[in-house]
């Protein structure tokens, strides 16, 4: 697990571990957390709250994957645009049946090449195989699980996919926030702790009680203070 230090700050780690989880959680920019801090009386800058952010959400982020259960055998895929610094690049994602996030990564094509990419770092990652892919009508997708020599069900069509698609809207709000990202590099760091996140406190409220939604809320908390813990 990776080594976690926040030795030398001036704040304590309570501060800053509520500060990412404030940033990766919700819809908010730098400055709005500065308010929302500033309000309980604590004075941080919105460039402290970003190197904060660049810090430790890295670390934050593969604590979580470390941490979670496999995937479901029902994969999801889709891609969508995203605009960088006036070029337009792809965001290749993947998702299992129940919404969790297994894989994403930007690149600047659509072809088969990029597929293959995203199958293969998809695969190395994740500790079960996928039963059933389920894909838009790209040919790609079928390309790369062939040259890959994938057995497995491969069911395409423009609305078998919605649960691919929806997964794009939590980005697509962080996006029009953030007025869109400044650099692949910095979009696949952002969206590595963003995924993650999102993942742990993913509780489908809508199918649950309100009591067990408490239940799974709580939990979900407890891990993400293991998560952050020093060490």
Not at 64 to 86: C, F, K, Y
Request: hydrophobic content about 35%; charged content about 30%; aromatic content about 10%.
């Amino acid at each position: 697990m990776t080594n976690i230090s926040y030795h030398r700050h001036r704040f304590p780690p309570e501060i800053i571990q509520y500060t990412v989880w404030l940033y990766s959680k919700f819809t908010l920019s730098y400055r709005d957390i500065e308010d929302l801090l500033a309000e309980r009386g604590l004075d941080v800058s919105y460039e402290t709250i970003r190197r904060w952010v660049n810090k430790f959400g890295s670390s934050y982020a593969r604590r979580i994957r470390s941490n979670r259960p496999g995937a479901d055998t029902i994969w999801h895929l889709d891609e969508m645009v995203v605009v960088i610094n006036g070029r337009k690049y792809w965001l290749w994602r993947a998702v299992d049946s129940e919404g969790e996030v297994l894989e994403f990564l930007i690149q600047s094509r659509r072809n088969r090449r990029a597929a293959l990419r995203l199958f293969k770092k998809l695969l190395g990652r994740q500790k079960v195989q996928p039963e059933t892919i389920v894909t838009d009508k790209l040919r790609s997708y079928s390309t790369a699980l062939r040259t890959l020599q994938i057995d497995v069900d491969h069911q395409q069509g423009i609305y078998r996919n919605n649960r691919a698609e929806n997964s794009h809207l939590p980005v697509r709000r962080r996006e029009r926030k953030m007025q869109r990202f400044k650099s692949p590099g910095s979009a696949q760091r952002f969206l590595n702790l963003h995924a993650s996140v999102y993942n742990l406190f993913n509780i489908q409220r809508h199918l649950t009680t309100r009591e067990t939604m408490k239940l799974f809320r709580a939990e979900a908390m407890d891990q993400w203070k293991q998560v952050v813990a020093a060490g």
